[in-house]
Nanobody
Framework: QVQLVESGGGLAQAGGSLRLSCAASGRSSSGNVMGWFRQAPGKEREFVADINWVGSSTYYADPVKGRFTISRDNAKKTVYLQMNSLKPEDTAVYYC??????????????WGQGTQVTISS
């Protein structure tokens, strides 16, 4: 089992920045692909970004490419999402996810509880 706890959400202005953190714990908390999804009001949950176990490979959804950066610190069992040049359309609940194989194919095995990000114009 893997437990994921997000932090760092909040309110920011358009053009600003926020950094989300996700701390992993549990027996299977090592060796996973980790990533972020988000769900805006009235919309389906969507993939945002992922990173492999060693941190050598990252992948981003087109709407956030060039603005968001995913990284991880395995010693701290933490993954980060640095969000720059924020837009009102980035407003959503952001979920940290983890899976031993992939978070882009199928449904990730583990989900955090989510953290709200609200961007004002």
């Amino acid at each position: 089992q893997v437990q994921l706890v997000e932090s760092g959400g909040g309110l920011a202005q358009a053009g600003g920045s926020l950094r989300l953190s996700c701390a992993a714990s549990g027996r299977s908390s090592s060796g996973n692909v980790m990533g972020w999804f988000r769900q805006a009001p009235g919309k389906e949950r969507e993939f945002v970004a992922d990173i492999n176990w060693v941190g050598s490979s990252t992948y981003y959804a087109d709407p956030v490419k060039g603005r968001f950066t995913i990284s991880r610190d395995n010693a701290k069992k933490t993954v980060y999402l640095q969000m720059n040049s924020l837009k009102p359309e980035d407003t959503a609940v952001y979920y940290c996810v983890a899976d031993s194989l992939s978070v882009r194919i199928g449904v990730p095995s583990y989900w955090g509880q989510g953290t709200q990000v609200t961007i004002s114009s």
